[in-house]
């Protein structure tokens, strides 16, 4: 069964430091990884899809990368800002014939001016 | 472009009473349809999810039921609401068939008494 585990579930950091996110999965038999980000008591905001024959995305100030052998995705914030903060989360789809996203429980992200 | 709606936002019931959450999708045809909820401090859970109309998929045995009665339209409801029922309920599609990308609407809180 696969699982996703997020570490570390809550971070704050000052304004314009780069931070990684980490996210695991058990599994590594997945089709993609996606990263989103949630605002309190928002929906989810997709942020950066890796598929599973690519090794990272890139969209601004956001790289993720993906590592399926070790079971491990990496979301990384160049220059963070206090807009910055918010819970992000990963998810997997599964190769188990459902094809369902599986998602980590979340880092909740301060960024402090 | 391609938009997800929900509704309603915010909805407080008593125990016992029904519940029906809507969910339509624009600007897509045929699109994989997900229901998720979101209990505080707790990730993300799969509810049900459909790939038709008519077609249901249920991931955890529980107090509510989910049906698709047109292509872009998904409806969660219950019949007799408990306590444990109340969360933050969020409505998703999957673009470009089921390995694509998740995009989410922006939720219905619900609230039981």
């Known amino acids: 069964k696969q699982e996703v585990t997020q570490i570390p579930a809550a971070l704050s950091v000052p304004e314009g430091e780069n931070l990684v996110l980490n996210c695991s999965f058990t599994?590594?038999?997945?089709?993609?990884l996606q990263w989103f980000r949630q605002d309190p008591g928002k929906g989810l905001t997709s942020l950066l899809l890796?598929?599973?024959?690519?090794r990272e995305q890139t969209s601004g100030r956001l790289n993720a990368s993906l590592d399926k052998s070790s079971g491990r995705s990496t979301l990384y914030i160049a220059a963070s800002q206090p807009g910055d903060s918010a819970t992000y989360l990963c998810?997997?789809?599964?190769?188990?014939?459902?094809?369902?996203?599986?998602f980590g429980t979340g880092t909740r992200l301060k960024v402090l001016a | 472009s391609q938009t997800i709606h929900q509704w309603p936002a915010t909805l407080v019931q008593p125990v016992g009473s029904p519940l029906s959450l809507e969910c339509t999708v624009e600007g897509t045809s045929n699109p994989n349809l997900y229901w998720y909820r979101q209990a505080a401090g707790r990730g993300l859970q799969l509810l049900f999810y459909?790939?038709?109309?008519?077609?249901i998929s249920s991931e955890v045995p529980q107090n509510l039921s989910a049906s698709r009665p047109q292509d872009r339209q998904f409806i969660l409801s219950s019949k007799k609401l408990l306590l444990s029922d109340s969360g933050f309920y969020l409505c998703?599609?999957?673009?470009?068939?089921?390995?694509?990308?998740?995009?989410f609407g922006e939720g219905s809180r619900l609230t039981v008494l």
């Open positions: 998703a599609w999957i673009s470009g068939g089921f390995t694509g990308e998740l995009f």
């Open positions: 459909s790939v038709g109309i008519g077609q």
């Open positions: 998810a997997v789809t599964t190769t188990s014939g459902t094809y369902k996203y599986i």
């Open positions: 890796i598929q599973s024959s690519q």
């Open positions: 599994d590594s038999a997945i089709y993609n």
